[in-house]
């Protein structure tokens, strides 16, 4: 994938707000569990269908790779199995424990998510059925659905609930919150809390007059107007700028089969440029010059594919750089849905093909049909049955457009929003009340004790490695 210099410089923006989120109150890690006999790898690995790929030490903890046989089908478990990677790191058996997902591919390196520090607890990642090396061979398509993944997260914690024994909480930013609040809904007695982080709620699928309203008031009129200068101008030197595309693509040995063209392939680039810039960037990244020419009209051709580049990223929609999410690009074209959103800046003779939907980004032997059922369904169930339930947005993040929202039949739960974030608002972003809020409800969830629910403070000190969040590029198009 593209370098994410940028998006990096600006997480770690974000991730500095954690570190002074509260001091540590936990005490030190059982390496096998409080009252276990048996060492914890043992334990793993005797559930059946479990397998080691790999342990890596980790100071305080145990990290665990693992490969776990699940069914293709949970309505038909007899036709036919896959290995679906999980971690665990492990703290101790007396802790609580976060399951947490990203809705795509897991690291396999030791990480920790916010509420993880939070209650100082073990967790569990998941990948996410189908993208690779956790599919099916050959792969069925019409089985990964949410019902379908979240019977996966079922069936993992029905096996783990036996070792770790204490309360568990579904945790998950972006398409990983929404793979919580999908787990939740369908498995609503797993989980003692679910904290959902940006996560989109496409309730229908050709509505998507929020993300413009969006789009016109976001930020301010200066950052706005630079940036659709620059999205403008992109298009509007398309020839020489697709010149040099060709020859990037020759260069780097990338063909553009699924998408269908290289000019589809770079105008879907240059219209992911705003909402790029939003959904990674801080407003004060507007002001970067080199990030954003203040004058697109009078900026060289570099200077605009520079800009381009580093925020949307050439490559992306090259067969090589969907072919990793072609199960989301699924996904989207079949349960989730997509946005499409207006250009009122640029002129109809620039634009050519639009916002383009999902199947443009799916192989076309992959057949799709789309059910506008499924998200209605998600969406009504939360919005009267939530119960322990808390959405965290970033109020500059365009995903935050459509959103989850909690109704009178929901109970304990909450959706804040996180002033000037963007799609890394996490808790600690909040105003102080509504973190401290949020925060003794996780711990509440949690199971902690008294004590430390009332102190609100995260039981775990900020691991500089441990709690940097993977950074990779997302598209527009990805949740």
């Keep these: 994938m593209r370098k994410a210099l940028r998006w990096l410089l600006t997480l770690v923006v974000l991730i500095g707000t954690i570190g002074t989120a509260g001091a540590a109150t936990a005490a030190e890690p059982e390496a096998y569990g409080t009252g276990a006999t048996t060492d914890i ?32 089908d949970h309505r038909h478990p007899s036709k036919g199995t896959f290995q679906q990677r999980i971690t665990v790191l492990h703290k101790d058996v007396s802790r609580p424990t976060v399951f947490y997902t990203s809705g795509y591919n897991v690291s396999t390196n030791p990480g920790r998510s916010e509420p993880t520090r939070i209650v100082d607890g073990n967790q569990v990642s998941l990948e996410y059925r189908f993208f690779t090396p956790s599919r099916p061979a050959p792969a069925n398509w019409s089985k990964l659905d949410i019902w379908q993944a979240a019977s996966d997260q079922h069936r993992v914690f029905k096996a783990l609930k036996k070792i770790y024994t204490r309360n568990w909480i579904a945790t998950g930013g972006s398409k990983g919150g929404m793979t919580a609040t999908y787990f939740e809904r369908f498995y609503p007695r797993d989980m003692d809390g679910v904290v959902a982080y940006v996560a989109p709620n496409d309730v229908v699928n050709n509505e998507d007059s929020a993300y413009d309203r969006f789009f016109e008031a976001v930020g301010t009129k200066e950052c706005r107007d630079r940036l659709n200068a620059v999205q403008r101008e992109a298009l509007v030197r398309r020839e020489p700028l697709e010149k040099k595309y060709a020859q990037y693509a020759a260069d780097e040995g990338f063909t553009f089969s699924t998408v269908g063209s290289l000019d589809k392939a770079y105008e879907a680039v240059v219209l992911d440029y705003v909402w790029g810039f939003w959904q990674y960037n801080l407003l004060a990244n507007c002001a970067d010059d080199e990030l954003v020419p203040p004058d697109a009209k009078a900026a060289t051709d570099d200077q605009i594919w520079n800009s381009i580049d580093t925020i949307s990223g050439f490559s992306f929609y090259t067969d090589q750089g969907l072919a990793p999410y072609t199960p989301y690009y699924y996904q989207a074209a079949t349960q989730l849905g997509a946005p499409t959103i207006r250009f009122p800046h640029i002129e109809k003779k620039y634009v050519r093909y639009g916002y383009q939907p999902p199947r443009n980004f799916v192989p076309r032997d992959i057949p799709t049909k789309f059910q506008p059922y499924a998200m209605r369904d998600v969406d009504n169930w939360v919005h009267n049955n939530a119960q322990h339930m808390l959405y965290v947005y970033g109020q500059n993040d365009p995903w935050g457009a459509e959103r989850f929202r909690v109704g009178k039949g929901a109970k304990d739960s909450y959706v804040f929003t996180a002033p000037g974030m ?31 629910v009332a102190r609100a403070k995260p039981l775990a000190t900020f691991d500089k490695k441990l709690d940097v969040p993977d950074v990779e590029r997302e598209p527009t198009l990805r949740h």
């Design 41 to 72: 790898k043992d334990q793993l690995l005797s559930i059946p269908g479990m397998s080691l790929i790999e342990e890596k030490p980790y100071t305080g903890y145990r990290y665990f790779v693992l490969g776990y046989t699940q069914p293709v």
């Design 422 to 452: 963007n799609h890394g608002a996490n808790v600690a972003g909040l105003v102080a009340d509504q973190k401290a809020l949020a925060t003794a409800r996780i711990l509440d969830w949690a199971g902690v004790s008294d004590a430390a």
